[in-house]
């Protein structure tokens, strides 16, 4: 298989925004409104849950798209969601063998189909920035699953990313779908109108009992393994706090209205496989300006309550915004309810494919990659002061920092990063 390197991210990442500075306006082929029977033609890069999950929602929420192309490392699994998804939508799967890719470079097969208008991004994370500026630079519209970032280098490429997508009139938009959850929005924009008075705190959790783990299958060269057990490596998944409790984290960021000023955080580890780089929990306070402080938690503890609310505290009130269905609710500071709404997680799901269409056929893009970037990066931010036991501030891990976990070669088969079990007063911010 080909290298891939940072060289490549950087390199492709420069090209784009050189074009973009060379011709920002030549690149408007969807400036201009579609008409509302042309179908658009997707490729999903990444076929297992995740992949699978986009592929049938925005075929369900859209009936002007069509799947085009699928890659995957491995063929039998883009040949069983093609097959599954043909049996649900019919001839809106339009998947030749031919139009399977596998391998690393798959996705380049991809992004040169004609007639693929959109790609869904939903291989593992730390793949991510490489495959949004390769997208960006094919002028594709974009669905990237979160988070769109593990480390420093890839928040870089993202914000270089959004720039240029803004300029060449090309959607992007990522999967933090409470987002547009009614939920989460109508509270949030409550919390916006005064309800609960002046926002002076906020609690934030993601607490379940474990993840899964995949052992070693014979014959596996390191890098396959890697890349098969992903959650497991840092540089693959980024952590608990970055691949999962990005959710809460967003939410702080949208709250907040942006990133922290700081963040000191603590965190251990007793309960992981050997060969895992991850931490079994993490507690991170994000200071704000104005000294206002959100607690966050994470952890995978067997046997342990489960918790994913999150609560603002404000001068008047108290809003809770609580995940998956469970609705959203604010009382006064005397616990009379001033508001409530359901939720309905499925059809968040649904909305950002939705969204993301209708913004290309009106041809009003939709571009957030951004938002999510400093999403992803406050995990990273909180995740880098609990592995050194150091405060990591907004500005050394954004503007100082070289933080750069993507490998300096990557083949299969091939050899992969040994892992590391980071230690505060050994691992020291970089």
């Known amino acids: 298989m080909p290298e891939h390197s940072r060289r490549e991210f950087l390199a492709t990442t420069a090209a784009i925004g ?35 999950g986009a592929a049938n929602d925005t075929l369900t929420a859209n009936t002007n798209v069509r799947i085009k192309a699928l890659v995957d490392l491995k063929a039998e699994a883009a040949k069983g969601l093609r097959d599954a998804l043909k049996e649900a939508h019919g001839e809106r799967v339009d998947v030749p063998d031919e139009r399977i890719f596998t391998g690393l470079d798959g996705y380049k097969k991809a992004l040169e189909v004609e007639g693929v208008d959109v790609v869904i991004l939903a291989t593992c994370p730390g793949f991510r920035p490489l495959h949004i500026a390769a997208a960006v630079a094919a002028k594709k519209h974009v669905f990237a699953e979160k988070p769109v970032c593990v480390d420093t280098a890839g928040y870089h490429i993202c914000c ?135 607690s966050f938690n994470c952890r995978h503890w067997p046997n342990s309550d489960n918790a994913f609310d999150n609560v603002v505290y404000g001068s008047k009130g108290i809003a809770t915004l609580r995940a998956f269905n469970d609705g959203s609710r604010i009382v006064d500071r005397s616990g009379k309810e001033l508001w409530s709404t359901k939720g309905d997680i ?45 405060t990591a501030t907004w500005d050394f891990m954004t503007t100082k920092s070289k933080l750069n976990l993507f490998p300096a070669k990557i083949e299969i088969p091939g050899e992969a990063p040994m892992p590391v079990v980071r230690r505060p007063g050994e691992y020291r911010l970089v």
Not at 28 to 52: E, F, H, M, N, T
Not at 247 to 263: L, Q, S
Not at 348 to 357: D, K, Q
Request: charged content about 20%; overall charge neutral.
């Open 160 to 294: 270089a990313a959004h720039d240029i997508a803004k300029s060449q009139g090309t959607a992007i938009v990522t999967g933090t779908q409470y987002r547009r959850q009614a939920s989460f929005v109508e509270g949030i924009q409550r919390i916006r109108d005064g309800m609960i008075g002046e926002v002076v705190g906020m609690t934030a959790r993601y607490c379940s009992n474990g993840i899964w783990y995949r052992e070693r299958k014979p014959g596996m060269s390191d890098m396959e393994y890697q890349i098969y057990n992903w959650m497991h490596f840092t540089w693959l998944s980024g952590d608990q706090i970055a691949e999962q409790a990005v959710h809460n984290i967003d939410i702080i960021h949208w709250v907040m209205g942006g990133p922290p000023v700081r963040a000191f955080a603590s965190g251990g580890r007793w309960n992981r496989p050997a060969d895992s780089e991850m931490w079994d929990s993490m507690s991170v306070d994000y200071e704000f300006d104005g000294g206002r402080i959100c």
């Open 18 to 52: 050189a074009a973009g500075l060379i011709a920002p306006t030549g690149f408007g082929a969807w400036r201009a409104p579609r008409q509302s029977g042309d179908q658009l033609g997707v490729a999903v890069i990444g076929c297992g849950g995740r992949g699978s």
């Open 346 to 390: 499925g059809k968040a799901y649904r909305e950002e494919h939705r969204a993301l269409v209708e913004s290309v056929v009106a041809g009003r893009p939709i571009v957030e990659l951004r938002q999510t970037a400093e999403a992803s990066m406050m995990a990273v931010m909180g995740r880098e002061a609990a592995y050194s036991g150091q």
